[in-house]
Structure formats: structure tokens, C-alpha cells
């Protein structure tokens, strides 16, 4: 019985050994990228090794699911959500929550177990952490503390080590004095054919809004045609707003000339 049992082990370790030399190969076929250099050898090789833990697609991990920050793995919120999803459990967002306070219910599907996170501006301050970020999108980094701290306290299993954001696994470093190495994808640029899209979009806007949109553009790369894709995201959405609120201005104003 026990040489069938040291057998296994040993087979074990030889498919171990396997998989791990079959991910180094798949690291260094990926540096080969100038998208995945950043990253270097081991941050790729981490982040493959931990999304096969995870059960997540190890691309999806690369690309954005998985940050590796001074031999640290952590995960975005996004991804959270979703593996603690996949599993049946649920994340709720309280409707009282706002750019104040982000206040998440979870669930487990499997022991009805509940717990409640809240984080607020107040909390982040008090951190020293309540700037950038938080003044530009306080929603959504609000979101992101409480999410983390969800996941690691009621769903420790589904994460399993990796329940820190980017922005966190920064802050341990520096709160440790250590000099802080990320290794990150760099940011995707969209193309000149898009950007040359959300200027001929401005162009049907008003001059003083034109104006104050190309500044905000021009201090993202706008100048060099280089726009990240968030920025871009970002203002394609609003300038797709304020189009419709001056088509319905129109109307309105079509409506009145009608009825005088």
C-alpha cells in the first residue's frame, strides 16, 4: 500500500514539474511581445501559476484580471466579483451607497454565511489615501476598497491569497519602505481612426465645451495622437451625452416655435 501511494506521489511531482517547466516556456514565449515585456518573465509566470489555482483563463489574467506588484499577485475588483459569482455566491451593492460611501452585502450560496463592508471617504482619509483617484472617480474607488475587503473576508476560498488590488499591494510596499516595481501591461492607446471619430463628435458641440474637452485631451495625448483607451472611453461617453442633450434641446425648442 504504501509503495502504490509513493508511487502516486511521485507521478504527482513529475506532472508538477511538467506543468511548471510547460508555463516558463509559455512566459518566455510571451516576452517575446513588446505587450507582455513590462510584465517581465516572473511577473507572467506568477500570474499564469495563479490563475490556474483560481480557475480563471490565464490570458484574461494577463490582460488585466491579475497585477503583480514586488513578487505579490493581486486581482482586480472585477474579476473578484466574478469568480465569487461563478461559485454561486452574491455581492450586492447597498442603494445607499454614493461618492460618499460604498456600502456591499455578501452572501454564501453554500453556508448562508453574510457579512457587510463599508468603506467612505472619511475612511480613506484617515488612510491618506483619499487624493488622485479619488477625487476624479470616488465612486468607483470606493467600490474597489470595499470589494477587496469583502472578498477576503467572506470569500477567502475564491480568491485564495490574491484579495488585493493594485492600488493596495502599492501602499503595503511603501508602508514596508520598499521601493515600489510594478509590473503591469502598459496602457492600450486607441487608434488615430478613433480618435479622429470623437473630434469630428466634438465638432457638433459648442465651442466653449470644444474647448475645455481638448484641454482635458491634449493632457492625455492628445497632442501625439495617443490617447489611453479609459481616457478615450471616458470621453466618447460624455460627448455622446452631451450630443443628446442638445438634440433634445432642439426638440424643445422645435416644439415651442410649433405651439406659438
Known amino acids: 500500500m504504501n509503495k502504490e501511494i509513493a508511487v502516486k506521489d511521485e507521478l504527482n511531482f513529475e506532472t508538477m514539474l511538467s506543468d511548471i517547466d510547460n508555463i ?3 512566459s518566455q514565449k510571451l516576452m517575446m511581445s513588446k505587450h507582455y515585456q513590462a510584465m517581465g518573465e516572473a511577473g507572467i509566470f506568477a500570474i499564469v501559476q495563479k490563475a490556474k489555482s483560481l480557475g480563471m483563463n490565464p490570458l484574461e489574467a494577463l490582460n488585466g484580471g491579475l497585477y503583480y506588484v514586488n513578487g505579490k499577485v493581486g ?3 472585477e474579476a473578484m466579483a466574478s469568480l465569487i459569482r461563478q461559485q454561486g455566491h452574491s455581492v450586492s451593492k447597498d442603494p445607499k451607497s454614493d461618492n460618499n460611501i460604498c456600502i456591499l452585502n455578501g452572501k454564501r ?7 457587510t463592508i463599508r468603506f467612505s471617504m472619511d475612511d480613506a482619509r484617515k488612510a491618506g489615501i483619499a487624493k488622485h483617484m479619488y477625487e476624479k472617480w470616488p ?8 470589494m477587496s475587503a469583502l472578498a477576503r473576508q467572506l470569500f477567502p476560498d475564491i480568491i485564495k491569497g490574491a484579495g488585493y488590488t493594485m492600488d493596495e499591494l502599492k501602499e503595503i510596499s511603501a508602508s514596508k519602505g520598499l521601493e515600489v516595481v510594478e509590473n503591469e ?18 465638432g457638433r458641440t459648442p465651442a466653449e465645451y470644444q474647448n475645455r474637452v481638448i484641454d482635458f485631451l491634449n493632457k492625455h495625448g492628445l497632442i501625439d495622437d495617443k490617447i489611453p483607451v479609459g481616457i478615450y472611453t471616458q470621453t466618447h461617453d460624455r460627448v455622446s451625452k452631451k ?8 426638440k424643445e425648442e422645435v416644439k415651442e416655435v410649433e405651439s406659438e
Open 243 to 250: 450630443l443628446e442633450e442638445l438634440a433634445t434641446e432642439v
Open 109 to 115: 450560496a453554500d453556508t448562508g454565511d453574510t457579512w
Open 24 to 26: 516558463q516556456k509559455m
Open 139 to 146: 465612486a468607483i474607488m470606493l467600490y474597489n476598497r470595499a
Open 185 to 202: 501591461l502598459p496602457e492600450e492607446i486607441v487608434s488615430p481612426e478613433a480618435i479622429h471619430e470623437l473630434l469630428h463628435m466634438l
Open 75 to 77: 486581482m482586480s475588483t
